[in-house]
Structure formats: structure tokens, C-alpha cells
């Protein structure tokens, strides 16, 4: 079956910075692209960033320059470094790896790792 695992989430202070991780495992056929969305109360979820299995990123103008999206293709495996952390950015991030089999797509997402900035 197919599992998500994320890690990385805290509380950290404004300024500081976390490193979260996500491991794919189970996934049938390829996975052509990897991502972060986040999601704060009361408020729609939003793409944080993604990578592409060629290694095209893209990011949310509010995370440009501040968060690095990777990835590690062989382990499955995306990592969001975020520096320079804002009140704004807290929110609960969930990962989302997107695949392709013969044709048939797959979209599958995180429990969700808990990002709490506040001093």
C-alpha cells in the first residue's frame, strides 16, 4: 500500500528555519512530480513548492528565496528546507507525490506535519 511519511515539523521562532521530509514507498509506476502544500486555519490550501522528476521547481511567490525544495529520486524522497521562517508560514504542510502507470495517474498525499512559527 502506498505510504507518505513526513517529518520535520515544529515550533520554531520567526527567523529560524526546518527541514521537512517525506518518503514515498509503495507507489506503482513513476513518480513525475513531488510536492508541499500547506494549509492554515481557516484557509485553503495552497502549493508551497514542487519538483519535477526532472528537476524543475517551482515555488509560491510568498516562499521565493526563503524555502529549497529537493529531492532524492532513487530514495523517493522530498525534503522543503525553510529559512527565515514567518508567522505567516505557520500552517500544517502536507506532502504530494503524483505517478503514472500505464497510462493511469495517481495523487496521493501526507498526514500532514504541524509547522508552528511564534516566538
Known amino acids: 500500500q502506498v505510504q507518505l511519511v513526513e517529518s520535520g515539523g515544529g515550533l520554531v521562532q520567526p527567523g529560524g528555519s526546518l527541514r521537512l521530509s517525506c518518503a514515498a514507498s509503495?507507489?506503482?509506476?513513476?513518480?513525475?512530480?513531488m510536492g508541499w502544500y500547506r494549509q492554515a486555519p481557516g484557509k485553503q490550501r495552497e502549493l508551497v513548492a514542487a519538483?519535477?522528476?526532472?528537476?524543475?521547481?517551482n515555488y509560491a511567490d510568498s516562499v521565493k528565496g526563503r524555502f529549497t525544495i529537493s529531492s532524492d529520486n532513487a530514495k523517493n524522497t522530498v525534503y522543503l528546507q525553510m529559512n527565515s521562517l514567518k508567522a505567516e508560514d505557520t500552517a500544517l504542510y502536507y506532502c504530494n507525490v503524483a505517478s503514472a502507470w500505464y497510462g493511469i495517474k495517481g495523487d496521493y498525499w501526507g498526514q500532514g506535519t504541524q509547522v508552528t512559527v511564534s516566538s
Open positions: 509503495g507507489i506503482s509506476g513513476s513518480i513525475y512530480r
Open positions: 519538483i519535477t522528476s526532472g528537476g524543475s521547481k
